[in-house]
């Protein structure tokens, strides 16, 4: 597997991958991270997310590496949310994917920007096969959102529903 070593871009974002020294500005708090990453970070993104990136790395051999990236608005220099990626338990070409969006920023196409980018990215240059996604059977924003990306549901034991997404399950890019 690959490990994410540099920004990804898309048309309004660029996809920050937690460093170590994230990760550790993190745990000391907002204006620590923001500092570090270049970017203002929002509070109800912070309250939600910034203890989620200080756990962000894992290692991978004898390195550090990455399980999440921050959703950076490119013209604003905002930080507008973050999506985990890591190998699922059950194989290293099979990647669990989720994602979080600061309340501000709700609506208005960046989940499906930031998880399409990072999922080109697993598809293209990780050797992900396949990618699954979990989300809360009431989550209705979250079910939207992963069946624009082209996931299917796959199963829904219990409260959570699980989606699977293969390269051959994507639909078309639209013009």
Same mark, same amino acid.
């Given at each position: 597997?690959?490990?994410?070593?540099? %920004?990804?871009?898309?048309?309004?974002?660029?996809?920050? %991958? !937690? +460093?170590?020294?994230?990760?550790?500005?993190?745990?000391?708090?907002?204006?620590?991270?923001?500092?570090?990453?270049?970017?203002?970070?929002?509070?109800? @993104?912070?309250? *939600?997310?910034?203890?989620?990136? *200080?756990?962000?790395? /894992?290692?991978?051999?004898?390195?550090?590496?990455?399980?999440?990236?921050?959703?950076?608005?490119? $013209?604003?220099?905002?930080?507008?949310?973050? !999506?985990?990626?890591?190998?699922?338990?059950?194989? $290293?070409?099979?990647?669990?994917?989720?994602?979080?969006?600061?309340? /501000?920023?709700?609506?208005?196409?960046?989940?499906?920007?930031?998880?399409?980018?990072?999922?080109?990215?697993?598809?293209?240059?990780?050797?992900?096969?396949?990618?699954?996604?979990?989300?809360?059977?009431?989550?209705?924003? /979250?079910?939207?959102?992963?069946?624009?990306?082209?996931? @299917?549901?796959?199963?829904?034991?219990? $409260? +959570?529903?699980? @989606?699977?997404?293969?390269?051959?399950?994507?639909?078309?890019?639209?013009?």
């Amino acid at each position: 597997m690959n490990v994410l070593d540099h %920004p990804l871009f898309t048309a309004r974002l660029r996809l920050e %991958p !937690v +460093t170590p020294e994230m990760a550790d500005a993190a745990r000391v708090g907002p204006n620590a991270f923001a500092h570090v990453i270049g970017a203002d970070a929002p509070e109800d @993104w912070c309250a *939600a997310s910034l203890g989620l990136v *200080a756990r962000s790395i /894992s290692n991978v051999g004898n390195a550090p590496a990455p399980t999440r990236a921050i959703a950076i608005h490119r $013209q604003e220099g905002v930080v507008i949310g973050d !999506v985990r990626f890591e190998p699922s338990s059950r194989s $290293q070409s099979e990647f669990e994917i989720g994602y979080g969006i600061a309340r /501000s920023r709700r609506r208005q196409g960046y989940a499906v920007e930031a998880v399409n980018g990072v999922i080109d990215w697993l598809f293209e240059d990780a050797g992900a096969e396949t990618v699954l996604a979990g989300c809360d059977a009431g989550n209705i924003a /979250s079910v939207k959102t992963l069946r624009r990306l082209g996931f @299917w549901l796959d199963s829904n034991p219990g $409260q +959570t529903f699980w @989606w699977v997404l293969a390269p051959d399950l994507r639909p078309t890019p639209r013009a």
